[in-house]
């Protein structure tokens, strides 16, 4: 198993300002994965962070609002650029279990809880 | 287009009373079915993968059966510490990942 630590898990924001959500795991990945999680509704992936190169994003998120970092293959950052109160949601850091990334066993960080005023 | 569906979207129980959660899915070749456990200001806990219809996984209190349409999460004598939301996922032919809303389970003393 993996344990992932995020920061921070919890924020308050204004409008129009931009907030960095950091996931730390502790051993090596491949691949890290951020999702939101919205009140009532499914996990939604927002992004695959690769080391090395850019990350590869879902449709419908694109980079100038949620530029990600992976600097290494233990750390990411997700920022979430210019808010709006559209964009209070959970933020979920989530890696492969050691059976390997098309297996379904992911192992979540406990979340960013974000809310923009 | 590939969807999954989870019912009751709430489920008060008495600890003790047992029942199932249902996970109705749409997708083209699944490659997989995964069941998760949350808990409030916590991620998703993995709890099972079943990958062929008439499979099943138990742990504790928890089996989770398999069909080619729906997969059920039976809760055995709950106790309190079994409420939470899980959460239900399949893996579709492109192995991408979609998720079901979930159900909030909770267990009353």
């Known amino acids: 198993s993996a344990v992932i630590s995020q920061k921070p898990s919890r924020d308050i924001c204004q409008r129009g300002t931009s907030l960095t959500i950091q996931c730390q795991v502790d051993s090596q990945v491949t691949m890290m994965f951020w999702y939101r999680q919205q009140p009532g509704q499914s996990l939604t992936l927002i992004a695959t962070?690769?080391?090395?190169?850019?990350?590869?994003?879902e449709s419908g998120f694109v980079i100038d609002k949620f530029p990600i970092s992976r600097p290494n293959l233990t750390f990411s950052t997700l920022t979430v650029s210019n808010m709006s109160p559209e964009d209070s949601s959970i933020y979920l850091c989530?890696?492969?279990?050691?059976?390997?990334?098309?297996?379904?066993?992911?192992?979540f960080g406990e979340g960013s809880r974000l809310t923009v005023l | 287009e590939d969807q999954v569906t989870q019912s009751p979207e709430a489920l008060r129980l008495q600890e003790g009373e047992s029942s199932s959660l249902n996970c109705s899915y749409t997708v083209s070749g699944l490659r997989g079915l995964f069941w998760y456990r949350q808990d409030p200001g916590k991620g998703p806990e993995f709890l099972f993968t079943?990958?062929?219809?008439?499979e099943e996984k138990e742990k504790e209190r928890l089996k989770a059966t398999l069909t080619k349409k729906e997969s059920f999460l039976h809760i055995t004598a709950p106790k309190p510490e079994d409420s939470a939301t899980y959460l239900c996922?399949?893996?579709?032919?492109?192995?991408?990942?979609?998720w079901g809303a979930g159900t909030k389970l909770i267990i009353k003393p």
């Open positions: 989530s890696v492969a279990g050691t059976a390997g990334v098309y297996t379904g066993e992911l192992f």
């Open positions: 996922a399949v893996r579709d032919s492109n192995y991408q990942l979609i």
């Open positions: 962070a690769n080391q090395g190169s850019e990350a590869t994003y």
């Open positions: 079943l990958y062929s219809a008439g």
